[in-house]
Nanobody, 123 residues
Framework: QAQARESGGGLVQAGGSLRLSCAPYGRVYAVGWFRQPPGKEREFVAAISGNGGLILYADAVQGRFSISRDSADNTVYLQLNSLKPDDTAVYFC???????????????????WGQGTQVTVSS
């Protein structure tokens, strides 16, 4: 069964940048990024459809984060810019067959979750 493999996390100062990668699943899926801050629920960050035609962001990251995918190998990236301490979390990617605006932020509609990658932003 396909499973995500996230990478690219680390420790960065506020205002810095990181690029996270979600390893290819072996077939084209819509992919969502979620994050789980310490002691909090997992929350939606961004999602991209299989062909890249639909991209969605959570309000908290709009304008600072950018999701993209490499059509050559289906790796999905999440570029994190202007990072804030509140962005500190474990970041996960997950897959679903198709993406729609109504349910894109619902983590229950995704599968093939990985172990996540830690992002820590210091003030």
């Amino acid at each position: 069964q396909a499973q995500a493999r996230e990478s690219g996390g680390g420790l960065v100062q506020a205002g810095g940048s990181l690029r996270l990668s979600c390893a290819p699943y072996g077939r084209v899926y819509a992919v969502g990024w979620f994050r789980q801050p310490p002691g909090k629920e997992r929350e939606f960050v961004a999602a991209i459809s299989g062909n890249g035609g639909l991209i969605l962001y959570a309000d908290a990251v709009q304008g600072r984060f950018s999701i993209s995918r490499d059509s050559a190998d289906n790796t999905v990236y999440l570029q994190l810019n202007s990072l804030k301490p509140d962005d500190t979390a474990v970041y996960f990617c997950a897959a679903r067959a198709a993406l729609d605006r109504r349910t894109a932020s619902d983590k229950r509609t995704y599968s093939h979750w990985g172990q996540g990658t830690q992002v820590t932003v210091s003030s």
